[in-house]
């Protein structure tokens, strides 16, 4: 028998729920075939949302866009204000958690909240500020946001959109460095998702948890297996993002730690699993963590090759954004050589993406490291006319 909207959007969301992505890629291939058998442009969208939003899970973000596109321009053809809304929202989840895109995340939340709000639709604009506060630049922003959505979550008593909610509050929270807070967030999240019975949201909480505590040497073991914890979860769910960033956070977390031979590790778990899975996005982010460790080693040659090589992979991959990055990378570990031409010609070029972009903010940073380079060069040498050699340490 065919499935309904509501019946189908049900199944996906249960599912969902308990990590079951291939039992999602299965049945919506049958409802999306019967759908277009009969016509029903309903039951097609939700089944096309389904097997993107499950692809995007498995790692198969080429797939989850194609299908993401076709549900978008279906949404539009039947004038569904509400279905568009859900295509936008998973499109930007696919950009953002696919291919590292929030430039493009953004727009898409922004026509998602946009109409959320002229529908009156309460629940879907909370869902697209919430996806706002998950890429926002600064925590406060991100606080902003996560409050607007606890604040509907709670009038809809929607336990599972308020647990995403805190969640977000509460990593607002880990970047401002206020890890009571943070932790305190994380209680509540965790038993909003266990009373959903949402197996992944539950393992991410579970993971952050284990960042708070590895904040502090007494708990920092604890912190590390509630975070190994979350890894093995997402590998058995076979959640390529969640596994990308799970070992992300472990590096980082032994990195500040001092361990950087350990760190290693977990960073050549993402670039294997970026290989794996053959996602270039993945890649270029796994090469520019890695130059960042080259740094940390005082390896600066080798920061200057994987830097150059996450360069390159931006470009192929199109993203200005992170091409402008690296660059900048790529300038600052010059710099720190005292190798002034260099720095300003990488910070230059860094620049001018970041114009290209109209992002002021980052461009006037960039302006005033090339500024800060002729400054250097002039003390340089003056410096070795006094007869000191500078040292790059």
């Keep these: ?95 953002r958690e696919g291919y590292l895109q929030t430039g493009e995340a953004l727009e898409d939340y922004r026509s998602a909240v946009d109409y959320a709000f002229e529908a009156g639709d309460m629940r879907r604009y909370a869902q697209s500020v919430l996806g706002m506060g998950e890429i926002a630049a600064s925590p406060d922003e991100s606080s902003k946001h996560a409050w607007k959505a606890i604040d509907i979550a709670r009038e809809l008593k929607d336990d599972l959109l308020e647990a995403r909610a805190i969640l977000l509050l509460s990593n607002a929270f880990i970047r401002k460095n206020e890890y009571g807070k943070a932790n305190d967030g994380l209680l509540v999240a965790l038993r909003k998702a266990q009373a959903a019975k949402d197996r992944l949201l539950e393992s991410v909480i579970i993971g952050q948890q284990g960042v708070v505590l590895a904040q502090d040497g007494d708990s920092f073991e604890r912190g590390l297996e509630q975070q190994l914890t979350a890894l093995e979860v997402a590998r058995g769910l076979e959640a390529v993002f969640h596994e990308f960033m799970r070992l992300y956070t472990l590096a980082m977390t032994l990195a500040a730690a001092k361990d950087l031979a350990e760190a290693r590790r977990y960073f050549d778990q993402m670039l294997a699993l970026a290989q794996d899975i053959q996602h270039p996005p993945y890649e270029m982010y796994t090469l520019g963590m890695i130059g960042q460790w080259q740094e940390l080693r005082q390896n600066p040659e080798s920061a200057l090759s994987y830097y150059g090589r996450a360069v390159d992979m931006a470009r192929r991959v199109g993203n200005p954004h992170s091409e402008a990055r690296y660059l900048y990378a790529l300038g600052s570990v010059y710099m720190s050589q005292w190798e002034f031409a260099a720095a300003r010609q990488e910070f230059g070029k860094a620049r001018t993406i970041y114009q290209s972009l109209d992002d002021g903010r980052n461009a006037t940073r960039v302006r005033a490291s090339i500024v800060y380079t002729y400054l250097l060069a002039v003390a340089t040498r003056i410096l070795r006319l006094l007869g000191v050699q500078p040292s790059s340490e």
């Excluded at 890629?25 to 277009?36: Q, Y």
């Excluded at 993107?52 to 569904?80: K, M, P, T, V, W």
């Design 1 to 95: 028998m065919p499935a309904t909207v509501d019946s189908l959007r049900y199944d996906i969301e249960s599912l969902t729920k308990s990590g079951a992505f291939n039992e999602i890629v299965d049945r919506c291939h049958v409802e999306l075939t019967m759908a277009r058998r009969e016509g029903n442009h309903s039951v097609e969208i939700i089944a096309l949302l389904g097997l993107a939003q499950a692809q995007c899970s498995l790692g198969h973000f080429d797939f989850a866009r194609d299908y993401i596109n076709q549900a978008a321009d279906e949404a539009n053809a039947i004038r569904s204000v509400g279905l568009m809304i859900d295509a936008l929202l998973t499109r930007a989840r696919i950009a």
